[in-house]
Antibody
Framework: EVQLVESGGGLIQPGGSLRLSCAASGFTVSTNYMSWVRQAPGKGLEWVSI???????SYADSVKGRFTISRDDSKNTVYLQMNSLRAEDTAVYYC???????????WGRGTLVTVSS | EIVMTQSPVTLSVSPGERATLSCRAS??????LAWYQQNPGQAPRLLIY???TRATGIPARFSGSGSGTEFTLTISSLQSEDSAIYYC??????????FGQGTKLEIK
């Protein structure tokens, strides 16, 4: 079955770090553009980061310098390392596969990150 | 950054009627636009890409149109399960990919 499964979310204090994982099955992450998209409680969708090709990456300005996206091809898994977390990073984080570098054609169920003291 | 603006914010339509949702881009995105449906507590689902192409498994009552800066998602013959939030997204200029703020569709 073709699917994405996120994990690693939880409650973390401001300034803390967390690493999210996105395990893919039924396709190969290394041959696809893969992104993280987040959704704050009651809010819309916000693109966070992308990894593609030979580990090329890009980030939203809101997370640049604090978040790092990476990939383990042997595990067919994408990661999002989140450092210096802020209250405004509280959201459900979705992993998503892209058709080429275009739209998001496959989404995981998401993992909730709550940044609070 | 391209700003996507959706209207209306909320739309209430009776079953069997037609719903028309709009999305405007702050500059031309050509036909590089997608629509997603999101039900409460669920991940978004791709409905339309390239402005007018239905994704796999999407019913024919969903249709998209437009190009440049003005786009429309039309849902004909509304059914109760169509109640959801709908988002548009441009992928012409990135980073960043940008989404509209969403339209909440309610079935009367």
């Amino acid at each position: 079955e073709v699917q994405l499964v996120e994990s690693g979310g939880g409650l973390i204090q401001p300034g803390g770090s967390l690493r999210l994982s996105c395990a893919a099955s039924g396709f190969t992450v290394s041959t696809n553009y893969m992104s993280w998209v987040r959704q704050a409680p009651g809010k819309g969708l916000e693109w966070v980061s992308i990894i593609y090709g030979g580990n090329k990456t890009s980030y939203a300005d809101s997370v640049k310098g604090r978040f790092t996206i990476s990939r383990d091809d042997s595990k067919n898994t994408v990661y999002l390392q989140m450092n210096s977390l802020r209250a405004e990073d509280t959201a459900v984080y979705y992993c998503a596969r892209q058709r080429f570098y275009w739209f998001f054609d496959l989404w995981g169920r998401g993992t909730l990150v709550t940044v609070s003291s | 950054e391209i700003v996507m603006t959706q209207s209306p914010v909320t739309l209430s339509v009776s079953p069997g009627e037609r719903a028309t949702l709009s999305c405007r881009a702050s500059q031309s995105v050509y036909s590089n636009l997608a629509w997603y449906q999101q039900n409460p507590g669920q991940a978004p689902r791709l409905l339309i890409y390239m402005a007018s192409t239905r994704a796999t498994g999407i019913p024919a009552r969903f249709s998209g149109s437009g190009s440049g800066t003005e786009f429309t998602l039309t849902i004909s013959s509304l059914q109760s399960e169509d109640s959801a939030i709908y988002y548009c997204q441009q992928y012409n200029n990135w980073p960043p990919y940008t989404f509209g703020q969403g339209t909440k569709l309610e079935i009367k």
